[in-house]
């Protein structure tokens, strides 16, 4: 990758080598580095002001983009840290020259010519007497080409590459020999559209200048992680915004220097102290006490009533809810646990202990389908029991919401089972006590808080229980989740065979619809997966319509039935329940079916264009097959477009569904290749991500983080306070959710 003119999005952008992980990738011209800037940032920064003197001035593009940088506060753009450094110190010869070294050279333009057919191109040869570079120009203006006229004498500066040509540079920075040199090494920060280096650096500059930066961690702490006192915060940053040029390129490229690690260490004790701070704000507040009843109740009644023996795991995790909601403090608890693992059951039986105290729960789903079958299978297992269930979706007829809200208001409904439709104003409780979240990362913060907040007059608040079926690697269970306690079923109800999965080029597609047509004969139903409809527009991906008509052809006789999230929810439902029906034989479908869908009897599983979806959403999706007792396996189809073969990271990915159905396994590795910041997807937007630190390479100084919270905020509260608000600011909240 061409670093050298590689600008990385705001809200995604992490730092360092590893700084491939999901972000966006945009080039910029050369052009757009050495522009100058008229405005001065240090002038014209928006500091707030008094309303005395307040003169409202409209913003500035640049300054529009440091606002969606989030650089507001001085503090905010001394934090703003380089993603890495350009010497522009000194000059090298090419004789020296490696392939993969960002140089700086001086030398003679010795031929020049553009190049047409193919891509239109300026290739120029630069000669300084140890040796030729070709320098490479795709896109070019007038101006530049003149500048690049044989005989001139210039410097450059990029990449550079090997290959069949030599030495190649693609779009070096081209400046007049003779020039003078920089003094220090020039820090790159991640930036957006619209806002040039020059501008970001001075306002960067401006902003260390102002800074209030008085240390908030004791220096006794920072010789446990073998840090000297004198990197004080306020060294480490104009150390890292201004390094020397004798200073170790490699170091501080690889966050390795003394002054990096001060501030991964600075970043994670934030983030551990807003998570201590909220677990201990939700300590002081008050929940209703769900203890059991003193007759045997629907708990014990529904126990009985199953068709299966909670397996161990599930037997543990019960006591630890049962537990939680026993005392007078609101519960934050996770509930993770493998596709398939039954968590639903333990859901049922946490309402049923609610239910016996004289409380409500509610059951909120990401989906309409997915809410439909809590719902029957809720209703399966309560009703007999005498509980009333009530039910509650955005596409319900007016009429029975009407009844149904009425059934949750007068808290004759035990139970409240719905969609998103659970959180709006209109729906008030009786007397919520529990509120039970499915699939939670399918849901943004404020949607969580909501449901919370659903408790109504009394002075409490109810218990949260949050489960999930994509696991969080512990390293990521200690650093953003720390203020959650986590409950894990880490075992399958047994029976279950384990699925089968085939990694199968789309070129043998026949193969696959041949093989259906055998698992079909035998009574079992089909799985077909594939990418959205809307992306497929516009990836040209074959989409699920098309794949809905090729299946019906290919399998005369065979109801094969389409379901994809642009359908009208009616039709959706009611394809889903001639599938849970066995009168499908194949359900054709977009990611709809992702989550929760219970057919035992499908027991083949296709994904097409797999090289798409990441890791856990295949899991997830393979995970809707192997649950009843029939061999069942996972086809994962994929499609290589115009080039030769997958890519490197495709796979990986690939290969490592196919060599695990461990959940765990597979949420590890999907973090080693995505990153936490794809692979947490909404938590919770880009604002609670780390920056600098990396929870895996950075162990260490998470866990010194981790055991200093607690003391700094007994022992130090106004430095904690100081320190949160120096790292988070306003963000804070949002770790709290
Ligand atoms: P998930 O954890 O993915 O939500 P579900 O709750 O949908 O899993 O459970 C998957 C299937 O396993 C359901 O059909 C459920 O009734 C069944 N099940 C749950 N617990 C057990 C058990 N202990 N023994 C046998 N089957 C079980
Ligand atoms: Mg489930």
């Not at 506060?73 to 350009?86: F, G, Q, S, V």
Request: with cysteine; aromatic share 4%.
């Amino acid at each position: 990758m061409a670093q050298q003119r590689v600008q990385q999005s705001a809200a995604t952008f992490r730092q360092g080598r590893t700084g491939v992980h999901g972000v966006m990738i945009m080039k910029s011209t050369p052009r757009e580095t050495s522009r100058r800037c008229c405005v001065d940032p240090v002038q014209n920064w928006p500091m707030p002001q008094s309303p005395l003197t307040a003169t409202v001035k409209p913003l500035t593009g640049p300054q529009k983009a440091l606002r969606k940088l989030g650089l507001v506060r001085p503090i905010d753009l001394a934090l703003h840290l380089p993603l890495r450094y350009e010497d522009e110190t000194r000059l090298v010869k090419l004789r020296d020259v490696r392939e993969g070294d960002v140089a700086q050279v001086e030398g003679r333009v010795t031929h020049a010519e553009v190049k047409l057919g193919g891509h239109r191109q300026l290739l120029v040869t630069l000669d300084d007497g140890s040796g030729t570079c070709l320098l490479r120009f795709f896109t070019f203006y007038p101006s530049q080409q003149k500048a690049l006229t044989v005989g001139n004498q210039i410097r450059v500066r990029g990449e550079v590459r090997g290959g069949f040509a030599g030495l190649t540079m693609m779009h070096p920075v081209v400046k007049a020999a003779g020039g003078e040199l920089a003094t220090a090494l020039t820090p790159v920060y991640p930036t957006v559209a619209g806002l040039p280096q020059t501008y970001l650096r001075r306002a960067v500059q401006a902003g260390l200048a102002r800074a209030e930066l008085s240390d908030t961690v004791p220096s006794q702490f920072l010789q446990e992680i073998g840090l000297h006192p004198s990197w004080s915060l306020r060294q480490a940053l104009s150390f890292l915004h201004n390094p020397a040029p004798d200073v170790s390129l490699e170091t501080l490229q690889e966050h390795s220097h003394p002054a990096w690690q001060r501030l991964k260490a600075e970043e994670f004790l934030a983030q551990q102290l807003s998570q201590l701070q909220s677990r201990r704000a939700r300590a002081r507040l008050r929940a209703p006490m769900l203890a059991e009843a003193g007759s045997p109740g629907v708990f014990e009644r529904l126990l009985a009533a199953l068709p299966f023996q909670l397996t161990v795991a599930q037997q543990r995790v019960v006591a630890e809810i049962a537990r939680d909601i026993g005392r007078p403090v609101p519960m934050h608890r996770l509930l993770q646990g493998d596709v398939g693992a039954g968590k639903t059951v333990v859901a049922a039986l946490a309402a049923a202990q609610c239910i016996d105290a004289g409380w409500q729960c509610a059951l909120m789903a990401p989906t309409e389908i997915l809410a439909t079958q809590h719902f029957a299978k809720l209703v399966s297992w309560l009703q007999p029991l005498g509980m009333t269930v009530a039910w509650l979706t955005g596409s319900q007829k007016a009429r029975e919401r009407r009844d149904m809200l009425a059934l949750i208001a007068s808290g004759q409904a035990a139970l409240v089972v719905g969609t998103h439709a659970l959180i709006q104003d209109k729906v008030q409780f009786q007397r919520l006590a529990l509120a039970i979240i499915d699939e939670q990362h399918r849901f943004g913060v404020a949607q969580r808080l909501a449901l919370r907040g659903k408790l109504g007059s009394q002075q409490l608040e109810p218990h949260l229980l949050m489960m999930t079926a994509t696991p969080i690697p512990r390293t990521l269970a200690m650093s953003y989740y720390a203020d959650l306690d986590v409950s894990t079923i880490d075992e399958l109800p047994p029976g279950r065979t384990p699925i089968v999965t085939k990694v199968v080029h789309d070129a043998r597609r026949d193969e696959v619809i041949a093989r259906i047509g055998a698992q079909l004969a035998q009574g079992r139903q089909i799985y077909w997966v594939c990418p959205l409809i809307e992306e497929s527009e516009a990836l040209d991906l074959t989409n699920a319509t098309e794949t809905h008509a090729q299946l019906s052809a290919a399998l005369p006789g065979v109801m094969v039935g389409l379901l994809h999230s642009r359908m009208p929810v009616a039709e959706k439902k009611a394809v889903m329940s001639l599938f849970v029906g066995g009168q499908l034989g194949v359900l054709v479908s977009t990611t709809v079916i992702e989550v929760g869908v219970d057919v035992p009897n499908a027991s083949l599983m296709v994904i097409e264009h797999a090289e798409r979806f990441g890791l856990s959403q295949l899991h997830q999706l393979r995970g809707r097959v192997g649950r009843g007792a029939a061999a069942s396996a996972c086809v994962l189809l994929y499609a290589t477009g115009d080039a030769p073969r997958l890519g490197e990271t495709a796979r990986e990915r690939l290969k490592a569904m196919a060599q695990s159905n461990d959940g765990f396994e597979i949420a590890r590795r999907d973090l080693e290749i995505r990153g936490p910041g794809e692979f947490m997807g909404a938590r919770q937007s880009g604002d609670a991500m780390l920056r600098f630190a990396d929870v895996v390479e950075d162990a260490q100084l998470l866990d010194w983080a981790r055991r200093l919270a607690p003391v700094l905020l007994d022992q130090h509260p106004a430095l904690a306070e100081q320190h949160v608000q120096r790292w988070l600011g306003s963000k804070s909240d949002y770790l709290k959710a």
